[in-house]
């Protein structure tokens, strides 16, 4: 799981359950959210769910009236969400239906219902909250899995970011660094000093080259992504604008220039 660094969280222990989930509490302007996500394979037996059933319950055990969000790539593609049924004829019948009583025991609701990769409901939103979401849409992905995108009424906590001292190693002194680590180098080999000294001194002759041959400036306060440049950005945008025409349209041609634009989009990231 992954979690902007600007808000305000706290790492839920999960370590006791043996399934691919992650939980993490994220504190907002009124009461905190707990936000699992997980992952089931396709092919998994049906022990996955049942590990997913005792890390719930703990956590809801544990969180009182605290709103909770379970998303993620389940892999069940056989539900009729319009009536909660397993669909006639299909495989892991039992894993399916072991999925819908699952939800209905924890009081949650799926809102994620709009095919997630091709024609299959695959990743879900569940919450025992529903009423705080405004709504839930999807959006092409850097994988074969469309991205879930939620508005909610949840507002979270900010942590303001502290500016912080950063090494500038385009005009780096390498010659002189090369220098000075091949001298204390030499020095730390032919000690007789145990290893934890022997780190202890690599570790104070790096920092001390590096202080002395390499400028360093305050970075922005502001959280940049330096991967992401202004090409790219302009990629996924036109990304996104092709998605949303094939999806309005849905003629042949115009989800060829999508998947062709976000093919083309995914190797410049």
């Not at 299959?120 to 529903?130: G, R, S, V, W, Y």
């Not at 074969?144 to 906590?157: A, C, F, G, R, S």
């Not at 025409?245 to 849905?250: F, V």
Request: glycine share 2%.
């Amino acid at each position: 799981m992954h979690v902007h660094d600007k808000f305000t969280t706290t790492a839920v222990d999960n370590s006791e359950n043996n399934c691919e989930l992650q939980w993490t509490e994220i504190q907002t302007n009124t009461k905190s959210v707990i936000i699992g996500s997980y992952y089931r394979p396709p092919n998994a037996s049906i022990d996955a769910l049942h590990n997913l059933k005792t890390s719930v319950l703990n956590v809801s055990e544990n969180s009182k009236d605290k709103p909770i969000i379970l998303a993620g790539d389940f892999n069940p593609p056989h539900i009729d969400w319009n009536n909660n049924t397993v669909k006639s004829g299909k495989p892991q019948v039992k894993h399916h239906q072991e999925l819908l009583e699952f939800i209905e025991e924890f009081g949650m609701e799926q809102l994620q219902l709009k095919p997630s990769r091709e024609n299959n409901i695959l990743d879900f939103f569940l919450t025992n909250h529903p009423s705080l979401v405004k709504s839930c849409n999807t959006l092409p992905g850097i994988s074969d899995h469309n991205m879930i995108v939620l508005d909610t009424d949840l507002k979270p906590q900010y942590n303001k970011p502290k500016p912080r001292e950063i090494y500038v190693y385009k005009k780096a002194k390498w010659e002189e660094i090369k220098a000075d680590i091949i001298k204390f180098g030499a020095d730390i080999i032919n000690s007789n000093t145990s290893v934890e000294e022997r780190w202890t001194n690599l570790k104070n002759g790096i920092e001390t080259t590096l202080n002395l041959n390499v400028p360093r400036k305050i970075t922005n306060k502001r959280h940049n992504l330096p991967w992401l440049s202004n090409s790219v950005k302009k990629k996924i945008r036109r990304k996104h604008k092709l998605f949303q025409k094939a999806k309005h349209t849905g003629k042949p041609d115009d989800w060829t220039k999508f998947k062709q634009h976000k093919r083309a989009t995914q190797k410049a990231q």
